[in-house]
């Protein structure tokens, strides 16, 4: 195989994009980036029909499909892309694994751990198959360099996490634009399962997974919808480092803070542009054992010998779409070549059960576990989905 | 009266720094800050016979006094400043206002708020008498510019608050300077009864105090002490606004980085000295029920017509000391001229109050409410004043 045919799920603002950028046709958003190398456009399919007319306008060359399960079993394909609503994305993807058809899922994995667990236990079951998620922000340079620095423990071991990711604004048109859109029985969330899933994935990726979650949850904050859009979390790594993590959807200022402080430094990303990475000259503990406050005030102002830390700064302006065409690329190499992923699908179940835990700890009001208790989350989510009154509870 | 004569009880080193700003003189930390117009030094007193020394040497010409009481019945003063072990502010601000005598304390205000209420139930038997509270921070521009901001609701309501105040790095030696310091029963707690008292009240005089604190506490975190040093919490105010506040002992890098976010904007403060105020050009709700997704991302991008922002940067460079000098003289101010003071003694408690809930929660492992069980707090403090065996419980 010289070149992954790719079957995408969903053609709507995101699949209509994948589209494009696997074609170089405009598409439905306008947005070209550069082809994948490794990657091809084989099928594409949507359940609405009006999304399979304008296809056929856009992209007349390419087989169209109502159903996913034909397309899977159409012989175009090897691959799949599941652009659907998030509960959707585990069962297309045990169903393409068991017809033997490589799947690349959308974030976030699943909306609830129990579901992807079973997902990420089929998928074990087919050892031959790449699965992988796009992550694709796990492409940003700044990201990767700084997770390199974590797991080589050159700053030591990291002693706090803050993340304040507020540059997700939404308004009221985007929630009210489908009706699944921010409910808990068709989207299974808010902020969480839809925009932050990002930042959940990099923040454990780069930090590791906390052992306590406590979060003050608010839903509904200055917009009308019933799900989650404002969230302030603590986590506890159970080795007295701390973290907190902030995300909402109201602020069009929006800040993009991430920092982490360690035994012997601290990187401060701003914007996921621009990361400054400080080396203290002597490790803190030294410091603390030799040094005076006095000593260290003086370094501060520039005076005494010597300086407290070094400073780097690396930039990264990569725009969106590249970072998307990156992770097609990564996973069609792991198909054709056999190299490793940068993002393996298997991976997908962190993000979901910080993003599990955040609720969680919002619904009973007090601090959880992680990891979280499968069954309780999925009971405490189905109370809120038999409230909702939209739709069916999950399984 | 043209000056207060001021008695300062307590001449370690902050009472020795202020004898210094008093009179001119270098004093114990060679720190000279210039003198306030309407106070002068009227009497010194420590319990140190040491501390006598050194003071009958560097200040011969003022009176000196073993024993507080007797320093305030000796006619020499009007008022006092008590640069004292945190316990003690209340007693002695009873006790001299009960003979008449102006009180500047320092902050904290008091270890717990039982004793705090008691002191200002007190001091508003007293309303001839001046009750100021060495707040100096309250007179950095920066933060007062902010108040005025904030109370005037030009930017709305408060919708979430972010402070991370880590520039508080003390090492092991400054710990062990004294017996007293960094003990539940000798000093009532750590970083958030010594060092962030300043931020807790900005915090709480700037964006109010909130109704419900969780917080996630460590104690002796990479220091060998009994109390908290890193502490991260999680407020409520009530109003679908929430706040997180960091701290901690450890990081000689030191952020000090304090948003405040709005309905109309949103205020970052970095490192005390430079704050920017981001005025959007539409309110939020305007913009939510106006403008797309894509409108806001191309005025981000500099694309599209007009801006999403106003942006003002303020700075203030105010050197430690002046700001004690400015505390003092308007305190010596509001004695002389009846001026209303900046920072009112009976305010203290808020902070307290605010340190007070966070520990608890951190202690039960669960929410707060405010205002705290004082009754409560108290036996949870004494509780750990008798596990560590070094000083008397509290009544």
């Given at each position: 195989m010289k070149k992954v045919r790719v079957g995408l799920i969903g053609i709507g603002a995101q699949g209509g994009a994948y589209a494009a950028f696997l074609t170089g046709k405009p598409g439905f958003g306008g947005i070209i980036a550069e082809k994948p190398e490794h990657m091809e456009l084989g099928a594409l399919c949507d359940i609405d029909s009006e999304v399979e007319k304008k296809c056929a306008k856009e992209f007349p060359e390419v087989a169209f499909y109502g159903d996913y399960k034909e397309m899977i079993e159409s012989g175009k394909i090897d691959a799949i892309i599941t652009t659907v609503p998030h509960y959707l994305h585990t069962?297309?993807?045990?169903?393409?694994?068991?017809?033997?058809?490589?799947?690349?899922?959308?974030?976030?994995?699943?909306?609830?751990?129990?579901?992807?667990?079973?997902?990420?236990?089929?998928?074990?079951?087919?050892?031959?198959?790449?699965?992988?998620?796009?992550?694709?922000?796990?492409?940003?340079?700044?990201?990767?360099?700084?997770?390199?620095?974590?797991?080589?423990?050159?700053?030591?071991?990291?002693?706090?996490?803050?993340?304040?990711?507020?540059?997700?604004?939404?308004?009221?048109?985007?929630?009210?634009?489908?009706?699944?859109?921010?409910?808990?029985?068709?989207?299974?969330?808010?902020?969480?399962?839809?925009?932050?899933?990002?930042?959940?994935?990099?923040?454990?990726?780069?930090?590791?997974?906390?052992?306590?979650?406590?979060?003050?949850?608010?839903?509904?904050?200055?917009?009308?919808?019933?799900?989650?859009?404002?969230?302030?979390?603590?986590?506890?790594?159970?080795?007295?480092?701390?973290?907190?993590?902030?995300?909402?959807?109201?602020?069009?200022?929006?800040?993009?803070?991430?920092?982490?402080?360690?035994?012997?430094?601290?990187?401060?990303?701003?914007?996921?542009?621009?990361?400054?990475?400080?080396?203290?000259?002597?490790?803190?503990?030294?410091?603390?054992?030799?040094?005076?406050?006095?000593?260290?005030?003086?370094?501060v102002q520039g005076r005494g010998e010597g300086k407290l830390f070094d400073e780097e700064v690396i930039e990264n302006t990569d725009g969106w779409g590249v970072q998307h065409v990156t992770v097609m690329e990564d996973f069609a190499k792991a198909i054709v070549h056999g190299t490793p992923l940068l993002a393996p699908g298997s991976e997908g179940i962190k993000g979901v059960e910080l993003a599990n835990a955040i609720l969680l700890s919002g619904w009973l009001g007090k601090e959880v576990e992680i990891p979280v208790d499968q069954e309780l989350y999925l009971d405490e989510l189905n109370k809120r989905i038999e409230e909702e009154g939209k739709f069916p509870t999950r399984g």
């Open positions: 069962e297309m993807a045990i169903y393409a694994l068991s017809k033997g058809i490589h799947v690349l899922g959308e974030k976030p994995a699943g909306v609830y751990t129990k579901q992807v667990k079973e997902m990420n236990d089929y998928a074990d079951t087919k050892p031959d198959l790449v699965f992988g998620i796009m992550f694709n922000q796990r492409t940003n340079k700044l990201y990767q360099k700084i997770k390199e620095i974590v797991d080589s423990k050159e700053l030591g071991e990291i002693r706090r996490t803050n993340w304040i990711i507020n540059s997700w604004w939404r308004p009221q048109t985007y929630y009210d634009q489908s009706s699944w859109r921010a409910t808990w029985g068709g989207e299974g969330g808010g902020v969480l399962v839809n925009q932050a899933p990002h930042q959940l994935d990099l923040w454990q990726w780069i930090c590791g997974m906390p052992k306590k979650v406590y979060a003050n949850v608010k839903y509904g904050s200055h917009r009308d919808i019933g799900v989650e859009n404002d969230v302030t979390a603590v986590v506890d790594y159970g080795n007295c480092a701390t973290g907190t993590f902030v995300t909402c959807t109201h602020d069009p200022i929006g800040t993009d803070r991430f920092e982490i402080d360690f035994d012997n430094g601290k990187i401060v990303v701003e914007d996921s542009k621009k990361a400054t990475i400080y080396r203290l000259t002597k490790s803190e503990k030294e410091m603390n054992e030799t040094m005076s406050m006095m000593d260290v005030a003086m370094l």
